[in-house]
């Protein structure tokens, strides 16, 4: 296997002194291409940390991040030009949909292939065919303002996966979702990472899709570990999802 991404030694801390909080300690992994990985934990483990982290955008304090076996993050040093590299290499969802309010749903899903260079006319036939297979094709025309919290979420997928990148970080993405369009986004990521290659790391508290995953990552007061199903009963953590 080829591996997409690695962190090593991740590290992010705020503040000095006393004072300082540790969200990440001394966090390595690795994730294969074609490999969907489950990252679990309770609220204020770290996870969103190192998600933001590897996805160029809330650099660690020190560690390094690999993607594609390019070095592109020293600690807070930048190896590469950030903004054109997640572009094109990393897909991203997110808890709020951060779409664009004067962009129809399919042109928030096509804006993002244009800036990439892709044909208006290529981007606007695979926005289409993401936001249908997604359920919400039908509102295509509409403005984020006339979306529920569920459509615009669901967009925001489409969006993620609209340059078929290398690498798809999400970060709650079935938190607006109802049990079927969940489920639906979450084989969707395992069909992107095993049919496309891409790797796809997921921080969810949806015990109901685990299944998907290829691997489960356990993070606790900013550690990061290998875990199973039965570890994560032990710690609490299904249990806090199947009763949330």
Avoid: W
């Avoid at 990552?217 to 570990?225: K, P």
């Amino acid at each position: 296997m080829t591996t997409a991404i690695e962190g090593r030694s991740l590290t992010k801390t705020y503040g000095s002194g006393n004072t300082a909080v540790h969200a990440m300690r001394d966090v390595s992994f690795t994730i294969d291409k074609g490999e969907v990985v489950a990252l679990l934990g309770p609220s204020g483990a770290g996870k969103s940390t190192l998600l933001t982290a590897v996805g160029l955008i809330n650099p660690p304090t020190s560690g390094t991040v690999l993607i594609g076996e390019k070095v592109v993050l020293e600690g807070e040093r930048e190896l590469v030009e950030v903004q054109a590299f997640r572009r094109k290499y990393i897909g991203f969802v997110f808890q709020k949909a951060n779409l664009i309010p004067f962009l129809t749903a399919v042109e928030n899903v096509q804006l993002a292939m244009e800036i990439n260079d892709i044909s208006s006319r290529e981007a606007r036939a695979r926005a289409m065919e993401l936001l249908a297979y997604l359920g919400v094709g039908e509102r295509a025309s509409n403005y984020p303002a006339a979306l529920s919290g569920g459509q615009q979420q669901r967009i925001a997928v489409a969006r993620a996966l609209a340059n078929k990148p290398e690498l798809i970080l999400a970060d709650e993405p079935t938190a607006a979702l109802d049990s079927e369009r969940g489920r639906q986004v979450m084989d969707l990521f395992a069909k992107v990472a095993h049919d496309q290659g891409a790797a796809v790391m997921v921080v969810t508290h949806d015990h109901r899709a685990l299944d998907v995953f290829d691997r489960l990552l356990l993070m606790e007061d900013g550690l990061l570990e290998q875990s199973t199903p039965e570890r994560l009963r032990h710690f609490g953590v299904l249990e806090a999802a199947e009763h949330a």
